[in-house]
């Protein structure tokens, strides 16, 4: 492998975390995904980390433990009370931006990264989904205004559920931020690609969790409340092998432009989850 210029960073985005098996299986795996692609900073989508609902304050210590340096969420944030004052006190945990100034937290962060100020934004998306929330493309423009004056390395996580939606963001700021990364849906797309004006771009960035499952829950649960159109308790799939699933942008931290975008995803048929979930 050639040589990184100095002003290469190396970014890894993993798709939404589910449960215990998805806690395990990016234990297991990262530090050999920071050594394969020869990572410089992490992001991960962790709304579905507690018990496939939401994120608790112990979840988000261990997270930063391992080493990552934000924690992007979405829909499923408000699930665990708990987590609200750890929101107001901790900037490395994002909520959606597109909420109301009023709800705790923000979805706007800076870190530094090699001597580089890199920005992340976290919005909604509202087709499909609650939306008695702000636009998610004015409030991803506000961001990257805000942001733009910091810095010109920006990722963004739109948390979305129309494929439509996402591209359409991408489009929208392709140019001004460095990536646009998709998430919520847990299921991977091959479509990721440096856009015409230098922005990274793919539609859904998968899951870590049980591969043996729908989107990381229970199959049965599933596929009664589609055939019987009635209420049914969906739990975390804790049997049979995992995945894991996300990409790696290079970005030039001069330019804030994205260079390359790989797709990562691990099958792990050796690791059984067990009942620990």
């Given at each position: ?29 990262i530090a050999s995904l920071r050594e394969q692609y020869k990572v410089d900073a992490l992001i991960v989508n962790?709304?579905?980390s507690a018990q496939g609902k939401g994120i608790t304050p112990r979840i988000a210590k261990f997270f930063m ?38 709800c705790p937290g923000t979805g706007v962060a800076t870190f530094l990264c090699k001597g580089t100020t890199v ?159």
């Open positions: 492998m050639r040589g990184r210029i100095m002003a290469e960073i190396r970014v890894l985005l993993l798709g939404d975390i589910v449960g215990a098996p998805g806690l395990a299986m990016f234990e297991k795996h962790g709304e579905n433990e391992k080493g990552v340096d934000i924690i992007t969420t979405g829909n499923h944030i408000w699930r665990r009370k708990e987590i609200y004052g750890y929101l107001a006190e901790n900037k490395t945990l994002l909520r959606p931006n597109n909420y109301p100034n009023t920005g992340v934004i976290n919005v909604q998306g509202r087709v499909f989904m609650f939306d008695n929330i702000d636009c998610p493309f004015r409030s991803a423009k506000s961001a990257v205004s805000y942001l733009a004056t910091k810095t010109k390395v920006i990722l963004v996580d739109v948390h979305a559920e129309a494929t439509s939606e996402k591209a359409a963001l991408a489009n929208y700021l392709d140019g001004t931020v460095s990536g646009v990364v998709g998430t919520h849906t847990h299921v991977p797309t091959s479509d990721e690609r440096i856009m015409p004006n230098g922005t990274a771009f793919v539609t859904d960035l998968g899951m870590a969790g049980a591969q043996d499952s729908i989107i990381g829950v229970q199959k049965g649960a599933v596929v009664n409340a589609f055939t019987t159109a009635m209420p049914n308790r969906f739990t975390v799939e804790t049997q049979g092998p995992g995945v894991l699933s996300g990409v790696c942008i290079t970005i030039n931290s001069v330019s804030g432009k994205a260079t390359a975008i790989e797709r990562v995803h691990i099958v792990d048929n050796d690791f059984n989850f067990d009942a620990t979930a």
